[in-house]
């Protein structure tokens, strides 16, 4: 594969900077520059494209795309549990308070063993990379020492990422043999990852710290106060999960008298930096608040079919101005690839607006209002994900990052067709979002730099 870093990129790129409006750029040159951002977009037809393109060649400098290839903005997974990855694909006939002490936690213990950690892990970055997940928001696990361990991986592949050590020390919730031993303990340790990301050697940006508190029942009091007086101080990303369930839900409201999100923000922890997973049973005043906050939701359409008890109102979020991005939110979706997370994004929407119980009459059966298409989905996969985020990833503009996949539609094994006398480019892109498959994505770029795929 070629290195794009001081080079210029042709080809038909496509990318969606604002919600629900897609822009082809056929024929376009990216230039990129030494630190693997972008330095200028040309459009094809522009007074400078046949200059600019001339003088790559002469320079040695101009990669051209493969014909019939598409090349799009890398994913953006918002909500991933880094060490779930070995059980995907099981467990998901039982409740979430069900699924976590009996299958999840144990699992997650396993990695004060480093060397499972590593396997394990290793495995994960290689396969969301080769899925074009190009930025990664992870939950780790309790350990410090597994945690940074995973910064490690992510920085010997080339993955962009956030890491959080999960704080989480409520005796009542959490399992004697995986938890921390005090507030103190899981405060202590969240600075160690904090610091250690920042002083690593070999980190020049690519990875980020996140302060992870797993969801309020996991918590004590004291932690959710200290997590927030650090957030306050180091300007960190916070993760955590926000209403999810009926029960998780309801034992917030339960314990504070007040929902998730207007918790998350009495003890600090509601800031632009945050991104809330799930958030299904968000109230308007919840979604005012997060507006207000400038705080994210991380989308997770397909485990909220096995463990949320609802639809997230992805649009009535969005009509409050609510940042949304998308997550598979392994393991509890059992997918490793954002493109299925939008196509469960588009069905999701479609079910909450039709309504499921075909028992309703079919006028208050649903939600009016509530479908999205693939140029939604596609945005909060990439630009949406980055605005989350406060990253500049996600789309084709000078100053972002490129990060980057080359679609092959007709890649050996490729479970998409695109017909040259049927289909335009946005059919195409369409097709994609619908169709296509790691098999498709054959090549991905990170900053730049190629992580996988074949040569160009």
Not at 35 to 55: F, L, N, Q, W
Not at 101 to 115: G, N
Not at 378 to 403: E, K
Not at 424 to 449: C, F, H, M, P
Request: charge should be negative; proline fraction near 6%.
């Amino acid at each position: 594969m070629t290195d794009l870093r001081n080079k210029t990129i042709t080809g038909t790129f496509c990318h969606a900077p604002v919600l629900g409006q897609i822009e082809i750029l056929k024929g376009a040159l990216v230039e990129i520059d030494g630190e693997g951002r972008i330095a200028d977009v040309i459009p094809a037809g522009s007074a400078a494209h046949v200059e600019k393109r001339a003088a790559a060649e002469a320079a040695g400098t101009l990669v051209v795309a493969p014909a019939k290839s598409y090349v799009l903005p890398g994913f953006v997974d918002l909500h991933i549990h880094a060490p779930q990855y070995p059980q995907l694909g099981k467990a998901l006939d039982v409740p979430l308070e069900v699924w976590l002490q009996q299958h999840t936690f144990p699992l997650e213990a396993r990695y004060a063993d480093l060397a499972f950690a590593r396997r394990h892990y290793s495995a994960l970055v290689e396969d969301l990379i080769a899925n074009g997940t190009t930025t990664a928001l992870y939950f780790a696990t309790q350990h410090v020492e597994a945690s940074m361990a995973l910064v490690d991986i992510c920085l010997e592949k080339g993955q962009r990422a956030l890491v959080g050590k999960v704080a989480m020390d409520n005796p009542a919730e959490c399992p004697e043999y995986y938890r921390d031993a005090s507030a103190e303990e899981g405060i202590a340790g969240t600075k160690a990852l904090i610091d250690y990301v920042a002083a690593h050697p070999e980190n020049h940006g690519l990875v980020h710290p996140v302060i992870t508190p797993r969801f309020v029942p996991s918590c004590t009091d004291p932690l959710l106060e200290g997590l927030g007086k650090l957030a306050r101080e180091c300007g960190c990303h916070v993760q955590t999960h926000c209403s999810e369930s009926d029960w998780a839900h309801g034992y917030v409201l339960d314990r504070f008298g007040r929902t998730d999100a207007e918790t998350l923000d009495r003890f600090g922890l509601m800031t632009r930096r945050t991104v809330l997973a799930h958030s299904n049973f968000l109230t308007d005043g919840d979604m005012d608040l997060i507006h207000a906050r400038g705080a994210g939701v991380a989308h997770c359409p397909l485990s909220n079919a096995y463990f949320a008890n609802s639809v997230f109102p992805l649009r009535a979020a969005l009509a409050k101005g609510v940042r949304v991005g998308l997550g598979t939110d392994i393991s509890g979706g059992p997918t490793a690839s954002m493109i299925e997370a939008q196509r469960m994004a588009i069905a999701a929407s479609r079910m909450l607006e039709t309504g499921v119980d075909p028992a309703q009459p079919q006028e208050t059966r649903g939600r009016p209002g509530s479908r999205i298409d693939f140029d939604v989905a596609f945005h909060l996969a990439t630009a949406g994900g980055g605005d989350a985020l406060d990253l500049p990833v996600g789309q084709f503009a000078p100053g972002f990052h490129f990060d980057a996949i080359l679609v092959d539609p007709d890649a050996p094994g490729s479970t998409m067709r695109v017909w040259d006398d049927i289909d335009s480019d946005e059919d195409a892109l369409q097709k994609i979002v619908y169709t296509a498959s790691k098999a498709n994505l054959a090549a991905v770029w990170i900053g730049g730099r190629p992580v996988t795929g074949a040569a160009l």
